[in-house]
């Protein structure tokens, strides 16, 4: 199994040896990638719609793992057992979907799991949710597949209030990476607030907070 750039930053942050559960799997190609590595033996491959569940047991049994990867149905982890796996990552969906999964599913409170988020949209407010439930996002990656970059957070239960501020929620923990292409999406946040800050400008209107912000983006721009 090859995995593209997304897939593969995604699966280099999967600890080893845990049960692995891959939240609207789709294609399982994660799981499936996973196992044949040897970095679990025993996975969960869930989706909300039996489509994409079919092709995820195309790709399971076609590699022979029938016995390693459970498929189910699932919305969120509405579906699953406390604890029933402990290495845990939800792909591609939206921020706003993902947070749903994360305030509903009380088991995820817990220091010995570990959430792998790749949001679409909304990594902000996805931020925002996992401080107000205890979470520290440990590290963030970010990836690029053709010309999108897509980040991820690595996620741990804390037990501790996360003090934060608007400008944690708006780069993350992308300031303490050094590659190329944190860099990069930095710079892009950057452009997206400075933008956004020239049209309330045009426009006459009010705009102090943002332009205090985008002072503070501006050291990353490139
Ligand atoms: C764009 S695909 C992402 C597939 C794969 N995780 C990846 O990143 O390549 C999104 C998948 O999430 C599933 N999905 C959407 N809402 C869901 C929910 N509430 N619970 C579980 N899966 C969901 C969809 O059916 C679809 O298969």
Redesign the pocket.
Known sequence: MKLDN??MAIADLVRKDKIFA??????A??PVYLVENGITKKAIA????VG?LENARDAVVSYGYSEQIELRL???LDNFKENEAHEIAV???GGL?ISS?IERTHWLKNENIHLIL?PMTHVEELRKTLFDNKFIIDKEVVAKDGDKLYIILSCYYYSDETAYTDLDLIVGKLPHNNDDLSKEYLSKIYNKYKKKLDALKKADKECTDLEELVGELKQWQQ
Not at 22 to 27: F, K, L, P, R, S
Not at 46 to 49: E, N, P, Q, Y
């Open positions: 997304r897939l891959d939240i609207g799997t789709d294609h190609y994660l869930a989706d909300l719609r994409p699932s919305d969120g792909a591609g969906m979907l999964f790749q």
